[in-house]
Structure formats: C-alpha cells, structure tokens
C-alpha cells in the first residue's frame, strides 16, 4: 500500500511522526509512506487553498516533503506532482495535536486535507488526538492514538463502507483525552455540536500601541449529546465519524420546496 500523509502542525509535529509510524504498520514491509506537509502550522484554516498565489516546495529527505502552504495545498502537491506517476491508496491527515469532534471538525485544517483527498477520489481519514487533564502529565500525550491508530484504520478500511455518491466519504477519527490503557473501544459516532461554547476574539494592545485581536476558544470538556463524538470522546471512547464536503441542508429541501415553486 502506498500511503500520502500530511497534517496541519506543521513538518515538525510531534503527531506527525506518530501518524508515521501508523502509516508505516499500514502499509506494510513491501508498502511506502509519503509524507507532504506544511512547512509551518496551519491550524484552522479548515479546506483553504491557496488559489491567488503559488506554493513553494522543498525535498526535506527521503520521500518527505514541506509546502509552504495549507494541509489541502499538500494533498493538492502529493497527488499532482510528488505521486503524479505513482498515486497513494490512502491519505492520512494529523495526527492533530487537540480534538476535531463536534464543530471543531469545520474549522479544521486537518479535515481540511482529507477532504481534499476524498474530492480528489482517493480513500481519506483525519486523526485527532483530544487533549484534557488525564493527557497533561502524560510523557506523550498521544500515546492513545500512537496505540490503538493502526488498528482503528484498519476497523475503517475493512468494514468496506459502500459508496456511489458524487461526493466521497473521508473519515473523521477522534482519539480520546486519556491513557491509552484507559481507551474503552471504538465507536461509529455523529457530529455533535457543543452547546453554548463557540470561538471569539480577545482584544489586545501591542506594545507600540497597536491593537490585535487573537483568536480563543471555546471550553472542550463541554459534552455533546448523547452518543455523539465529544460526549464519546469525553467518556473515553475512540469515535469515527464518516463525513462528506457536501453541504446542503438535505433535511430541510422537502419542507421549503412549496415556498420556491
């Protein structure tokens, strides 16, 4: 099997080398791990490409490389110039260093690439490892996902999800914020939406006296619904999610049709 991996922390991530090592266990002795992906962090710029100007490449050492771009941009570079004559069986994106379940999963760069993979029709999973207490004091705080990814992987591409939709499936996999000896098992889960928690902005001066406004987010140990992926993921379960970039509001066609004909 020949794996393209990226991720959206930057060449340097410690979960990079994670997702790696899992690749590695996938592909096999006879299989190959490429790795394309940003050459500096590019979190939350979800499916952004950077369509108004060119990304810079660089050969960083044996089948590994670094764009000066966003995760999607590096999918975009593997498939069409770095794999061109030889395209990869999967995509791999993370192993993020923070949780994508709920409505972090649209903000996210990490799906981001793997929702460029899956429009560009080739079999896509993000990893995820979430954060919290029980992962702070951790010697590698993803020792959850560097344990149970090549066997939760695995689940996913041998359960053959059938799928003759124009828009593919990509999978969102979420690793939960604890040991991985406490990992209770895996989980087919629903986007959830944390309640009453969403991202804003915190004013400040700079020294010069110039203002900025930084990013923050919202609190993550709010728990989903029942049986969706941060309510598993907080109750310690790994929860995959199977996901498509389509995004009509399919649910609501039928009830608005009377008002547009």
Not at 44 to 53: D, E, M, P, Q
Request: glycine share 10%.
């Amino acid at each position: 099997m020949r794996i393209l991996i990226t991720n959206d922390d930057g060449i340097n991530a410690p979960g990079l080398k994670v997702l790696e090592a899992i690749a590695t266990e996938l592909a096999g002795p006879r299989g190959e791990v490429w790795i394309v992906a940003p050459a500096f962090e590019q979190s939350g710029v979800a499916h952004c490409i950077s369509y108004t100007h060119p990304t810079m490449i660089a050969e960083m050492g044996h089948r590994r490389f670094a764009a000066e771009g966003s995760p999607a941009d590096c999918v975009l570079a593997g498939l069409h110039d770095v794999l061109k004559d030889s395209p990869p069986d999967l995509i791999l994106s993370g192993v993020n260093r923070g949780n994508n379940s709920a409505e972090n999963a649209l903000y996210s760069g990490t799906l981001g690439g793997a929702m460029e993979g899956a429009l560009q029709g080739v079999p896509s999973i993000a990893l995820s490892q979430y954060l919290g207490p029980e992962t702070q004091d951790l010697e590698d705080p993803f020792e959850a996902s560097a344990l149970h990814g090549a066997a939760t992987l695995r689940k996913i591409l041998e359960a053959g999800a059938a799928d003759e939709q124009p828009y593919k499936l990509f999978w969102n996999v979420n690793f939960p914020p604890v040991p991985a000896a406490a990992v209770k098992g895996v989980r087919l889960a629903a986007q959830g939406i944390r309640q009453g928690t969403r991202f804003s902005v915190e004013p400040h001066l700079s020294p010069s006296g110039r203002r900025f406004l930084w990013a923050r987010g919202g609190n993550q140990r709010i728990a989903t619904l029942p049986g969706t992926d941060a309510a598993l993921n907080l109750d310690g379960y790994i929860t995959v999610t199977p996901m498509r970039a389509d995004l009509t509001a399919h649910d609501t066609l039928a009830a608005l049709k009377g008002a547009f004909e």
